[in-house]
């Protein structure tokens, strides 16, 4: 889990919270908003909870919304632990790292977002896309999803979260 920064048309700033369950390489979550509070990223992560199962661990940066009391609190409570990555060492979270690049370079390089609502149809849509169809060589050429069922292909998956502005 972890973020990245856009800008909107406007030349506002808009940050991305990704959520990524690394054994399956699925993007669970892609929710951009103006800011963050640890309240917030704590909310989505229990709505994700909501359709799948938490895991024993989640690997984090330190920024504030990561040592925040709300996801301390949420973290506690649900059971699972937070890895803080070492500070100045990006790839103690390799994986989103490297997911952060494919988006960056197939996403958010080759779309600008009219607003924030334009960011949420377009990140989901690519979400759905990764997630659903594209196949990974870690995973044996199967698309995320398909992998975490086991090579059968269900359309059933998680839909768009709250993105509240």
Same mark, same amino acid.
Request: charged share 25%; net charge negative.
């Given at each position: ?108 390089? @080759? ?29 044996? @050429? ?12 269900? @359309? ?10």
């Amino acid at each position: 889990m972890d973020f990245i920064h856009d800008t909107l048309e406007s030349g506002r700033s808009v940050r991305i919270l990704s959520v990524m369950d690394v054994h399956t390489r699925e993007c669970l979550a892609l929710v951009p908003r103006r800011s963050f509070r640890g309240v917030d990223v704590a909310d989505i992560l229990s709505e994700l909870g909501s359709v799948r199962k938490f895991p024993e661990r989640i690997n984090v940066d330190n920024g504030t919304e990561f040592t925040s009391r709300a996801l301390d609190h949420w973290a506690y409570w649900n059971g699972v632990a937070l890895d803080f990555s070492r500070p100045g060492k990006p790839t103690d979270n390799a994986h989103v790292e490297a997911f952060h690049g494919t988006l960056r370079r197939e996403c958010l390089s @080759q779309h600008w977002f009219g607003d924030l609502e334009d960011a949420i149809r377009t990140l989901e849509a690519w979400r759905m896309d990764y997630n659903n169809h594209r196949p990974h060589s870690a995973l044996g @050429q199967l698309p995320p999803a398909e992998f975490r069922t086991g090579g059968d292909f269900t @359309q059933g998956r998680i839909g768009p979260l709250n993105s509240h502005a």
